[in-house]
């Protein structure tokens, strides 16, 4: 009863980290897909044809990452979900990099840290879950 109990807490904890990282991904997916310019505005970014074709395709891509998670959020474990943890992992923590680079160059304005922090606990959670489950070992 007590190992049940365990997997379920396990499990849980799991479930959090995808369902965060959907609405994170598809939240922002929708946001800038739909309404473009005034998000690239409000991060103090310059609005050009370019940087919305851009932020638009930034957007359905993130759509696609929350959707993928938002699927697999039930799923047990197995060789594709490890895969796409180490995945998001590597893709997230890249991610944490550019936006911290850009923040700290004065690309975005204060509003930037918000994805730079959100990129950042998405990567430590899929980290700690990859840890935890040592897939690396």
């Keep these: 009863m007590a190992r049940r109990r365990s997997q379920i807490r396990k499990r849980n904890k799991i479930n959090r980290l995808f369902v965060s990282h959907a609405v994170l991904a598809l939240g922002s997916g929708l946001a800038f897909t739909l309404a473009p310019a005034p998000l690239l505005q409000l991060l103090g970014l310059t609005v050009q044809p370019g940087a919305v074709l851009v932020a638009e395709l930034f957007g359905v891509s993130n759509m696609g990452a929350g959707l993928l998670v938002w699927l697999t959020r039930n799923a047990a474990e197995s060789e594709v979900l490890r895969a796409q943890s180490i995945s998001f992992l590597i893709t997230l923590s890249i991610g944490f990099f550019v ?5 700290t160059t004065g690309v975005m304005n204060t509003l930037g840290w918000l994805i730079v922090a959100a990129y950042l606990g998405l990567a430590l959670g899929y980290g ?3 840890l935890r489950r040592r897939v690396f070992r």
């Design 128 to 130: 700690y879950r990859l």
């Design 99 to 103: 936006t911290f680079l850009a923040q």
